[in-house]
T-cell receptor, first 115, second 112 residues
């Protein structure tokens, strides 16, 4: 059981480049979310999804796009990377059944540097 | 969003001592979860306490919840160097806006 898989683990981008951070889960979870973690800032919610075809914005959505075409995958797209997007990104998933009564599972993170 | 705020921001103790960290939140909740993050890794679920529970134990972990004060505490007894990590709470609110959010966490350092 792989859980939540994020790729790549590390990435260096030049300002203005685009890229997609991949997130996949094999637990049939309806809820998936993306966070960024900066030093001393904790985890800030970027976007989340409660099912295929449904996405919504979190606390810091600007500069990021998401889509949810399948239950398993929730990619995060940076259309034009900026140095302010240098951060560690985490993807998480959990079941919607009895919302909040089951644990969330996290990927191992993607460390992104924008130069 | 319902974001918990952990306190203190940092805590340093000797191995064998107990560590207590607190979480405060703003609105009514269904339950509250605690997570641990080892350096550079994803969060790992530790324990969940429901709004109708006041205390819960899991191994060396003890969690309390006071809904009247909108606060929770996590106690780690007989701490070990391996407990060195950041700890986060996640208050869970019912309703249509199902956001799983976290505060800045408590950085716990257990000195050997």
């Amino acid at each position: 059981n792989a859980g939540v898989t994020q790729t790549p683990k590390f990435q260096v981008l030049k300002t203005g480049q685009s890229m997609t951070l991949q997130c996949a889960q094999d637990m049939n979870h309806e809820y998936m979310s993306w966070y960024r973690q900066d030093p001393g800032m904790g985890l800030r919610l970027i976007h989340y999804s409660v099912g295929a075809g449904i996405t919504d914005q979190g606390e810091v959505p600007n500069g990021y796009n998401v889509s949810r075409s399948t239950t398993e995958d929730f990619p995060l797209r940076l259309l034009s990377a900026a140095p302010s997007q240098t951060s560690v990104y985490f993807c998480a998933s959990t079941s919607l059944e009895g919302w909040g009564n089951t644990e969330a599972f996290f990927g191992q993170g993607t460390r992104l540097t924008v130069v | 969003s319902q974001q918990g705020e952990e306190d203190p921001q940092a805590l340093s103790i000797q191995e064998g001592e107990n560590a207590t960290m607190n979480c405060s939140y703003k609105t009514s909740i269904n339950n509250l979860q605690w997570y641990r993050q080892n350096s550079g890794r994803g969060l790992v679920h530790l324990i969940l306490i429901r709004s109708n529970e006041r205390e819960k134990h899991s191994g060396r972990l003890r969690v309390t919840l006071d809904t009247s004060k909108k606060s929770s505490s996590l106690l780690i007894t007989a701490s070990r160097a391996a407990d060195t990590a950041s700890y986060f709470c996640a208050p869970i609110v019912s309703g249509s806006a199902r956001q799983l959010t976290f505060g800045s966490g408590t950085q716990l350092t257990v000195l050997p």
